[in-house]
Structure formats: C-alpha cells, structure tokens
C-alpha cells in the first residue's frame, strides 16, 4: 500500500510538469494581503499557501512567498478575512434541495399574514388543474397563524388533494381529498416509530400529520417524479446557494438513503461544497458494502470523491413549535408533554445495535424527557467511550443544566439549532414554555461553563442556511421577531461560536482530523469574508458579504 502510494504521488506530480519534491515545496496558490485566522482564538497571520488541494504552509508573507514558483497563482485578499470554512453538521441537502425545487413555497418571509397564505393557495389551486396534488412547504405554524385545518384546507379546494409540509420537517397539513387519495381510514392509530394523526374535539382527523412514517403517506403521493437528472440539477443550485453563505462542508443527518449513497458520491466532486452524511437507523443495513473502506472514530470519505459517511440517526421526538417534542413538564397553559417516537427500552435497543456496529450514534431530541431516554440509551451501550466516535444529542433544544453535565460524563456533545431562538424565542417565550423555560433553550453558555464542546446547525430547510447568522444569535441571544433577548446568561463569545461552526463541527462529523482549522497538511477549505468579524457589530454578523469559498483547494464560489 505505501508503495503504491508514493507511486500513485510521483505520478501525479509528473503529469503535473513537477517532480515529487517540487510538490511538496511549491505552492499552488498563496494568499496574502489580508487577515487569516486559522481557527477562531488564535493569532492571525500574513499569508497562507495550498499545493495539492491541501495546506502547505501559513505565517508571515516573506516565509510563505518562499514556496512561490513560476506556476503559483498569488491570490490578493486585498484586505478581506480568511477562515477556516463554515461547516453546518445537521442540513438536509437532499431533502432541501427537492423542496425547494419542486414544492411550493409558502413559508413566513413571502407570506407573513394567515390572509396572505391563504390567498397563496388559492392561486395555487387556481392554474392546477382538478385531481393533481397541489403540494406545499416551509409553512410555519408559528409566525404564520397557528396550525393549519383540513376545514381550513377544504376551504382552499375540495377538487385537489392538498399537502402542505411545516418548516420544522416533522409535520404538515392535509385536506380531506389527500386523506381519501391517501386511504387514510377515520379510525386510523399510532404508526410504527410515532407517526400519527392530529384529531379536533369530535374526535374526528383534523388534517393535521405528524412524525415521518405518517408524512410518508402523502409524500410519496403529493411529490413529483424525481429522476436523476432533475435531483442532480436541484441540488447543483441548492449547493450553490449554501456556498455563497460561507458553508464549504455541509452534514446530511439520516435523509440520504442508502441507494442514494453512490451517484451521490460521484455527484459531490462538481458540488459547490464538500457533503457528508448519516444514514437512518431504519437504513443502517446500507453501510455494509462501504465497511472495507473503514468505519469507526473518524469519518469515511468514499473514494474519488468530497462525500464522507459517519454516525447513524434516530429521531427520538417531535418538534416543539408543534408540541410534540417530549417534555418532563407540561406545554405551556397544557397538560400535554409531548411523547418520544419510541419508549426507552426500544431505544436503548436501538442504540445497542448502533453501538455493535462500531458507529456512533445521533439521536434527535428537542424535548428534556427525549434526553433523558437518549442519554440512558448512550450510557447502557458507550458508556463513556469515544472509541467509536462523537455521539451526539441534535438540536438539544430543551436540556436542562444536569444533562449538559451528564452529555460532558458521558463524552456527549449537543448539537443546538440556534435559529429556534432567533425565529421562536418570543413564541417559546409566549406561547409554548413560559419565560423561564425559554432562557434555557439552546443552552450554549451552560456548556461553556462545563467545557462541554457545541455545536450550531440550521437544519435546513426547516430554518435558512447561514451559519453567521446562527453565530450572531449565540452572542446576542435575540429573537428576530419582536428583537426581545432570551436568555442572556447562555450567550457566548464570538470565539466560541465561531468554533461552534469551525473545528467543532468538523470533530462532531468525523473530519477534525481533515478540516475546520487552517493547519498544514489539512484540506484547504476555506471562506474568505468581505468584513473582520472581530470588527463587526455583533447583531450584524449574518449581513457580512460572502467573497469566495474553497473547497480542497479549489475556488467553489465567488462573489
């Protein structure tokens, strides 16, 4: 193997124009004249050079300039800051890049009154023909109204199945029409892994579908044809559009199939950012034909390819916004608690097999009772092992100051959604948990306190892409709504979310080792912003322009 490798460097440099120890001495591109930061709290430095899509050296400009060659591209930064790359490690490309190609958009920032969304689907209703799915994303119970009815639905259109997806991706809306095409009988009960159906006072079904073996009903009905070629182009643009906010590596928790894995990976090489990706657990008999490239502690990156797999996912709850994440407390002005998608001993079997599969395991939880069960799950099977990996809570909405201690005895890091503070805080505040409750969601400072590792994701779709904006909302802790702070005793310090979206997030998907600092012999990836961060008001770190992005040393996006 060692021989073929040195083979295999010796005749690329050859066909390159440069011996092998050229390579390793001469830069490809060296970047200068600007403010680089190899990972958030530590010093800057003058200049940084990459050679075969990796790091080759970093310092003042005169030792770098050294590396320079007849060949080498010298890249100005003319002032501009440059970062290790935004890593988002729980954003569902596949499944926001479908949405967003072939579902109507109905969400909150094109039609912020409950008049206006209804006026939306009417129209829609209007030019599609009678008998065909008029099939809806990104509503928001929350900011647009409260929860959609199959009344409300039936009012929109009795000639055309209406499916209409929430933003949080665990619930939606039909009418009556999609629950005949569907064949959903009235005396329907709980699915296997909680899906169910919403019911009104009379005990009748309401329209209202929650948790995914339920949504499954309509979804396969309500979507268009998929072919390859439309998934392709759909998520080229997608990932374009994730670039140009900063993200050179985004995290697929559980919505990549197994069958998808391979045109995939052979799609990735021409994506505007590097992709990885959990798989369900439902789907864990898919990483057998990939166990020869080696699974465990780090993340495996199939070959000829920017694709890497690691960890398997469970959904453990619900979505808050709709009260169906599980709570040890009551919902606000309720007796409902929510109910986790599966009892304890299912789930610690569940993580058991996660476990003898030598991988680690991401368990979605928003509510504190999801926690807890989660947390049991991952001490009867790792106990406190890391040998498989970082396991990890996703989203971590809800946890409560003794699991934020028992995720640091346990080697467990939380993953927190940082726009349900942003978007919801009053909401929470208001409507769902009450004042007290809602100063600790997404507790990032309490894990400061226990030098517990964090990290901030969007989930997208079910929140935009950006992860400057989820960094702003760490440090200031403002809802964007009606600009209240919540929480104040959980904000960070600019260092620590920008790791939270750097270096942490690149140990949380298996790639520490590869990315998210600026380190010689890393993959060169790497943002470079039009503003200094540590010169930008706090409030206004999302509005910072995006200038270029790279990718194993190679330009992805341009300004």
Known sequence: MAYSVAAATAAAAVASGRSATAAETEADVIFKGGKIIPVPGSASVKALAIANGK????????????????????????????????????????????????????????????GKLLAELRAIAMRTPPGQWISCSNFDNLLQGGDLSREELDGVSTSHPIFVWYTNG?????????????????????????????????????????????LKKFALLAFPKITPQLAAKAMGDYLRSVAAVGNTTVHEPGTLRSEWIAPFAKFSSRAACRTSASLMYEDMKGIE?????????????????????????????????????????????????GAPNFDART?????????????????????????????????????????????????????????????????VQPSFLMNHVRLYGAAYRD??????????????????????????????PCSPPGSLALVSTAITRRCAIDGSTIGPDQAVSLDQALRAVTINAAHQIGLGDRIGSLEKGKEADLVILESDPYKTQPEKLGEIKISETWVAGERKYNS
């Open 170 to 214: 665990h619930d939606a809306c039909v009418n009556s029409m999609a629950l005949k095409v569907a064949n959903i009988p009235e005396d329907i009960g709980v699915l296997t892994g909680g899906g169910h159906f919403g019911r009104d006072e009379k005990g009748q079904l309401n329209g209202l579908v929650y948790e995914e073996s339920a």
């Open 289 to 337: 034909p990939y166990r020869d490239l080696g699974f465990g502690s780090k993340a495996t990156q199939l070959p000829n390819s920017l694709f890497s797999l690691y960890g398997i996912k469970i959904v453990g709850d619900g979505s808050n916004q709709t009260e169906t994440g599980a709570q040890t407390l009551p919902y606000l002005g309720t007796q409902e608690k």
């Open 347 to 411: 789930l610690k079997q569940m993580v058991a097999e996660v476990k003898a599969a030598g991988l680690p395991v991401l368990i979605h939880c928003n509510g504190d009772y999801a926690i807890d069960i989660a947390l049991d799950a991952i001490e009867a099977a790792y106990g406190a092992s890391v040998s498989d990996g970082v396991n990890r809570i996703e989203h971590s909405t809800m946890a409560r100051p003794d699991q934020i201690q028992r995720m640091k005895k346990l080697n």
């Open 431 to 460: 409507q769902i948990f009450g004042p007290e409750r809602t100063a600790f969601t997404d507790p990032a400072g309490e894990c400061v306190k226990a030098d517990l590792p964090f990290t901030l994701h969007t989930d997208s």
């Open 55 to 114: 790091i080759l050296a970093l310092g003042s400009e005169s030792s770098v300039m050294g590396l320079k060659s007849r060949n080498t591209k010298i890249v100005d930064l003319d002032g501009r800051v440059m970062m290790p790359g935004f890593i988002d490690p729980h954003h569902h490309t596949v499944l926001a890049s479908l949405i967003f190609e072939l579902l109507n958009d109905v969400g909150y920032t094109k039609f912020p009154t409950r």
